[in-house]
């Protein structure tokens, strides 16, 4: 029963986290900002660390279910 909280947390980071990484990825191959009005690359990195953070915590919580 404890397990099903742990489940839907860990699912929601692993989604965000991806969808972040995925979304980073095709605004810099494509050479477009990822956040406006910051520097290019401090915005990447950011964001990338953010969506490594978020998927790192979903992969903790699924091993707490």
Do not use: D, Y
């Amino acid at each position: 029963m404890e397990s099903g909280p742990a489940i839907f947390v860990g699912t929601v980071f692993a989604l965000f986290g991806g969808g972040l990484l995925a979304w980073t990825t095709v605004r810099v191959r494509h050479g477009e900002p990822v956040a406006h009005g910051v520097n290019r690359v401090a915005s990447a990195a950011l964001a990338s660390v953010a969506g490594t953070g978020a998927l790192a915590l979903g992969m903790w919580c699924f091993t707490r279910a």
